[in-house]
């Protein structure tokens, strides 16, 4: 009979996997910023279409359209936010004196 051993689960047994992909897989800040833009302006046109699609009577329900409209809105705050963070992280280094 053979006895198996315990293995213990810690969740850290991918970190070395997902750290070592990360490495490999790095990206420019510009470049993360520019697909997060545009993921934010597909979200813009899916509310205005989905908007149009109920106000010319193609659609009848209310409960996508607002989904949409509330999704566009939090992603437009989110940027916005993000936004004035940056431009005041610069501004404050350029207050530094060197």
Known sequence: ????????????????IEKE?????????SDLFRE??????ELQKDSQAVTASFAAGET????DVMIAAE???????????VQTKVIDAYNEIMRLQV
């Open 1 to 16: 009979m053979e006895i198996n051993p315990i293995k213990f689960q810690s969740g850290f047994e991918n970190f070395a």
């Open 21 to 29: 992909n990360k490495k490999n897989k790095t990206q420019a800040f």
């Open 36 to 41: 997060k833009l545009n993921q934010v302006n």
């Open 60 to 63: 009848d329900n209310v409960h």
């Open 71 to 81: 999704k566009a809105k939090i992603a437009v705050n989110l940027t916005t936010a």
